[in-house]
């Protein structure tokens, strides 16, 4: 034997070469399989047909690595500061919102371990192999290149293997390539270059036996695999991390700068230009620093998140990685899986074609609700007897069980048999009842040679009939006639093959239903009783059809802005009509794997955008699409339920996989798990992480002009001399009384109606953007102006500097209490009911702060540490009239904001509307994928 013959790596195209040259190459005997001392040596070169552990980082190490954050670094030294000064309270806060941040992070690290955990998982326990002429049960961690397997229905394929008998063959290879249904499988070799999906003379590992007996030869062990070559992709595949984090990261790094060139110029003012003592504005400085650091802004950030996770919960949106709640907010472009996710991923009769009429069929999937439609309008199967006579022979000609559990139809067999089942319980028919009134005797199953299934059966009255489906070209020939008003008729074959053509047109699987009546002493039957004679009754089409509410969602998304794309490893046709009828890629061409393989990832980068469905993709073509579309600056979230989907999964800024029907490997491998498996739960995580962004920008409006109004009374003191009007203890108070107390209350915002008519966010934008830097200058300006002038105020009416003072932090809390009202919105009003009362816990913190303020006033042992003085009514008025100038001027701000872009918006439309006039569409051609890909090798113009 040649080394070639002895490797597997000799070829990967074992699906182009035939049974017995796949024999020959790896020098096994068909009638014996290899000698158990050949198979020996085999395992110690190839090694056992398992998965490797990847390398895993040590746990103390991902810990460590969690505090690697320029927040952190700042929140760190600022709680080592705080505690030196002996304000524990803040330390407390600080150290806390670090070490929450760091143990979320550590919990999630481990994501792609447990994806590859559950890949390995797949892998069959035991497998029935030939070796020396004996047929033996071993682990199928010894099989290796060359074994002999035999496997039977329901068995897991335990390696990939090339088929050299079968019998009546059909493997589930949804979890490897997205085909809805099992797939028929023989001894012809396929072209070298067909997809996974085609490759009709392979089984491939972690798949399923369906139907049928099966003899392989093992290809293909381990690693070498294609589970085996996911699980590698799926290793390699680097994570990115979020749009909030990477915006967060840039804000933290630019604020830590602000804090410390802040922190300094005041110190260098204070003592340089104006002469105060070093020490007292040391001890300012830091005070600064720490009224400054937005130590709420991480604890902020995990309560906003996990608020969001809780009702994502009750909305059936399991997430497994906190920060993804968010980014579900940002998603510009939803890649989603079509089997299961877009569809049922169950069988359902769409038409009935008798040699009358054409009914059309409701519902979806296999709970036998929807009913029949004759143009347009119901039709009750009692009223057309051919259509109850159809039903009748879908439901007996069936060797698949429909059980009930709950609310849920659930499915033991073929689908396309679920489906014909389920037609004859929409007709109205009982299946125990039918069986028992026409019980079968014998059958001839399915078989990809004769294509159709026959089964004999009499209805106690002496009658006996041969009930047979199949492919529509088989059974019209086994036909001489046609069931037409209730009787036999000529046979109109051209009538018939249009039909046929008509529903593959519309991507429906189409099977042929028949009669034949038969000797009622008849008691078995073989291949010369449906040879001929039958009687026509109708063709069925069936597919695997939209959900309702995922055509919905389709449609929601698309006003939010989110372009939705379909990547399926099912056929183009099909996929183009399942797209169509989703509302997804309606026009446009869909581009096949096969497509996707010619071009570099330049020339990929420059279609990605214009297709909308991918159809035939392999796991490498899914990953490549996302990464194509994140190259672009699209922030892509991936669905999927197979373990082919798992690399695109982890890629993705958002993984979401189906809780339902997915594999372990794609729920590892996903940040969300669908728990209902339902597309349009997409769209409520989408609204709800929209509105947690939000939140997150709320709080930031509220925390950085609070601090800042801070500041620039300090600073402003300092610039003109006067006597400062905040102690540093007194800064610190601020800090206290309010970040601990009120900006916490915006995460408990509901979302704002109208969140799903805006377009995407773009995610390069930083989180700080023009409109924000205004608005924060601008309300920090008010408080200051605010505070400080009531502070003058207060001194030239003769108050004591201590009155004076006390006047000025009070009117500074108010100010942040009323502002905090109006940072509810961003832009819209909070001058209405909901606006003012909406939120709970934005009263609540109100309330205690200010009874916190209450305190600083008026409680002698506060009034020893920070100096403060009791304040009369007239007193308190004047600052609580000084926050409430605060709100009135910055509620102003926003009434010009909203009007301006109501006039910039007027404005845009009318000239949309008269540029876009004369615009038509009504000739424009679909391209094809040709076209595309001809158009792309152009270059820009």
Known sequence: MTEAQHSPHATREWHASSAEAALAQLGVDGGRGLDPAEAQARLERFGPNRLAAAAVRPAWKRLLLQFHNVLIYVMLVAAAVTAALGHWIDTGVLLAAVVVNALIGFIQEGKAEDALAAIRQMLSLRASVLRGGERLQLDADLLVPGDIVTLVSGDKVPADLRLIRAKGVRAEEAALTGESVAVGKDLAPVAADAQLGDRTCMLYSGTLVASGVAVGLVVETGARTELGRIGTMLEEVHQTTTPLLRQIAGFSRWLALAIVLLSAGAFALGVLWRGQAPSEMFMMAVALAASAIPEGLPAIMTITLALGVRRMARRSAIVRHLPAVETLGSVTVICSDKTGTLTCNEMTVRRVATAERVFEVGGAGYAPEGGFHLEGAPADPADHPALAEVARVALLCNDAALRREGDAWLLDGDPTEGALLTLGLKAGLDGAHERAAWPRLDAIPFESEHRFMATLHHDHAGRAFVFVKGAPERVLDMCAAQRAGGADAALDPDYWRRAATDFAARSLRVLAVAVRPVDAGKRTLDFADADSGFTMLAMLGSMDPPREEAIAAVAECAAAGIRVKMITGDHAETARAIGASLGIGAGRPALTGAEIELMDDATLRGVVGDIDVFARASPEHKLRLVEALQAQGEVVAMTGDGVNDAPALKRADVGIAMGHKGTEAAKEAADVVLADDNFATIGNAVREGRGIYDNIRKFILFMLPTNGGEALVVLAAILTGIALPLTPAQVLWINLATSSTLGLALAFERTEPGVMLRPPRDPREPLLSGFFVWRVLFVSVLMMTGALGLFLWEL???????????????????????????????????????????????????????????????????QAVFGSTHLDAAEWGRALLAGAFVFAVAEIEKAVIRARRARRDAGSAGSAGSAGGGRSCAGDAPATGAAVLSRAAQPPR
């Open 796 to 862: 030239g009416r003769g108050a004591s500097l201590e009155t004076a003072r006390t006047m000025a932090v009070t009117a500074v809390v108010a100010a942040e209490m009323f502002y905090l009202v109006s940072s509810r919105y961003i832009e819209r009003s909070a001058l209405s009911l909901e606006g003012l009362t909406g939120n709970r816990q934005v009263l609540m913190a109100i309330g205690v702060c200010a009874a916190l303020q209450l305190g600083f006033v008026h409680a002698p042992p506060l």
